[in-house]
């Protein structure tokens, strides 16, 4: 399901990781110019996947249900709530 309604928000270095560590090469790769843009791109899905970024902020801010990747080498905001996950 992830390949048939996901879209990556990011650089596109990021975008060529995670396509090569995940296998994902049908989620497409949406470009925002300004946070207003991005966060406009993150409204419009129920569910965020990534790591501690501007676009994890705004997908927590807009209250939706996330997978949280947490990386020990970098400092994390975290927040509790129930539909967060840590991984």
């Not at 993150?42 to 676009?55: Q, R, T």
């Amino acid at each position: 399901k992830l390949n048939e309604r996901a879209v990556f928000v990011g650089i596109d270095e990021e975008y060529r990781d995670f396509v090569n560590r995940f296998g994902c090469a049908k989620i497409p790769c949406v470009v925002t110019n300004t946070s207003l843009e991005l966060a406009r791109v993150i409204k419009g899905h129920k569910h965020f996947i990534g790591n501690g970024s501007l676009a994890a902020s705004i997908a927590i801010g807009l209250g939706l249900n996330i997978n949280y990747e947490y990386c020990p080498h970098s400092a994390h905001y975290m927040f509790q709530r129930d539909n967060i996950n840590v991984f």
